[in-house]
């Protein structure tokens, strides 16, 4: 009877994504407790049932698990890239005779090297995949803490929570190989004596790298787990609850846009602060597109809005 019952729920936790040491360690325990009492095969209750509570646990802990580790990655990856970032302005400057005063003058130097083409895709996933990876992430996170201490979530909240986690992790990745093409790009334009401290940011983005895909692995363990809690997702409104303004509460595209306005004023306005308005408002009214187009094909998916 006990081995029949084992069997079953081995069969049942394996058909919801329990497989290995942790299937090997629910099987051990329930038989050290069926052992123990000859009458509790009857009072344990239906193997199939126990399966579906022992997988959603492991899902909802590990879905919630996982952008803390994912943010805690990105916070390192986002360390270094900033410090890249200033580098390489430095670098630009030093030897292009004072032309280059910021970082644009890195991206001038790569535009005007032996493959263009690389250094302007390098370029462009430097602007917008630390944005997106930022954004995803801290979404995944907000919403982990808005749902923290639960022991089961609707199986469509850990799908949400799944793909959040996997978006900042891939567009954080993109993010150091970005780093890493963008430096070897430059280091091909500067003088000998800048090689070492350029290969520094090819090492420093391959150990981001790293970094980004074992704490991802870490958090995303319970991934094939399979949770059936029934219950829908929320949404934006339901991450930020009060901060969003009572106005534009379940108005997902107006809110979209006003956000996405905001974030180009601000664009704009630092823009005006550097002494360079036109050139700001050019890249503001991009981000604001940019920020817009992002809600509209990535809103569902991430379960922004319903």
């Given at each position: 009877?006990?081995?029949?019952?084992?069997?079953?729920?081995?069969?049942?936790l394996?058909?919801?994504?329990v497989?290995?040491?942790?299937?090997?360690?629910?099987?051990a325990?329930?038989?050290?407790?069926l052992?123990?009492?000859?009458?509790?095969?009857a009072?344990?209750?239906?193997?199939a049932?126990?399966a579906?509570?022992?997988?959603?646990?492991?899902?909802?802990?590990?879905?919630?698990?996982?952008?803390?580790?994912?943010?805690?990655?990105?916070?390192?990856?986002?360390i270094?890239?900033?410090?890249?970032?200033?580098?390489w302005?430095?670098?630009?400057?030093?030897?292009s005779g004072?032309?280059?005063?910021?970082?644009?003058?890195?991206f001038?130097t790569?535009?005007?090297?032996?493959?263009?083409?690389?250094?302007?895709?390098?370029?462009?996933?430097?602007v917008?995949?630390?944005q997106?990876?930022f954004?995803?992430?801290a979404?995944?996170?907000?919403r982990?803490?808005?749902?923290?201490?639960?022991?089961?979530?609707?199986?469509?909240?850990?799908r949400?929570?799944?793909?959040?986690?996997?978006?900042?992790?891939?567009?954080?990745?993109?993010?150091?190989?970005a780093?890493?093409l963008?430096?070897?790009?430059?280091?091909?334009?500067?003088?000998?004596?800048?090689?070492?401290?350029?290969?520094?940011?090819?090492?420093?983005?391959?150990?981001?790298?790293?970094?980004?895909?074992?704490?991802?692995?870490?958090?995303?363990?319970?991934?094939?787990?399979?949770?059936a809690?029934?219950?829908?997702?929320?949404d934006?409104?339901?991450?930020?609850?009060?901060?969003?303004?009572?106005?534009?509460?379940?108005?997902?595209?107006?809110?979209?846009a006003?956000?996405?306005c905001?974030?180009g004023?601000?664009?704009?306005?630092?823009?005006?602060?550097?002494?360079?308005?036109y050139?700001?408002?050019?890249?503001?009214?991009?981000?604001?597109?940019?920020?817009?187009?992002?809600?509209?094909?990535?809103?569902?998916?991430?379960a922004?809005?319903?």
């Amino acid at each position: 009877m006990i081995e029949e019952y084992l069997a079953e729920m081995s069969t049942q936790l394996a058909r919801l994504g329990v497989r290995g040491a942790r299937r090997r360690r629910i099987l051990a325990e329930t038989e050290d407790h069926l052992r123990s009492d000859a009458e509790a095969t009857a009072r344990f209750g239906d193997p199939a049932e126990i399966a579906r509570a022992f997988a959603n646990d492991l899902g909802t802990r590990g879905a919630l698990r996982a952008p803390l580790w994912a943010f805690a990655a990105l916070a390192v990856a986002g360390i270094f890239y900033g410090a890249m970032f200033v580098a390489w302005s430095g670098f630009s400057a030093a030897t292009s005779g004072g032309v280059a005063r910021s970082a644009a003058g890195a991206f001038q130097t790569v535009a005007a090297g032996r493959a263009p083409w690389l250094g302007l895709v390098a370029a462009g996933l430097l602007v917008l995949a630390p944005q997106l990876a930022f954004v995803t992430g801290a979404l995944a996170l907000v919403r982990a803490l808005r749902l923290r201490g639960r022991r089961s979530v609707p199986a469509a909240e850990v799908r949400a929570l799944r793909r959040r986690t996997t978006t900042a992790v891939g567009f954080g990745l993109a993010s150091m190989g970005a780093v890493a093409l963008f430096a070897q790009q430059l280091g091909a334009q500067l003088p000998s004596w800048s090689a070492g401290v350029l290969g520094w940011g090819v090492a420093g983005a391959t150990a981001s790298g790293v970094l980004l895909i074992a704490c991802g692995a870490a958090g995303l363990r319970t991934a094939t787990v399979r949770v059936a809690t029934a219950g829908a997702a929320g949404d934006i409104f339901d991450d930020l609850g009060p901060v969003v303004p009572a106005a534009l509460r379940g108005r997902p595209w107006a809110f979209a846009a006003t956000v996405s306005c905001a974030a180009g004023l601000l664009v704009w306005a630092a823009g005006i602060a550097a002494s360079d308005a036109y050139d700001g408002a050019v890249r503001g009214i991009v981000e604001a597109a940019a920020c817009f187009a992002g809600f509209a094909i990535l809103g569902r998916f991430l379960a922004l809005r319903s």
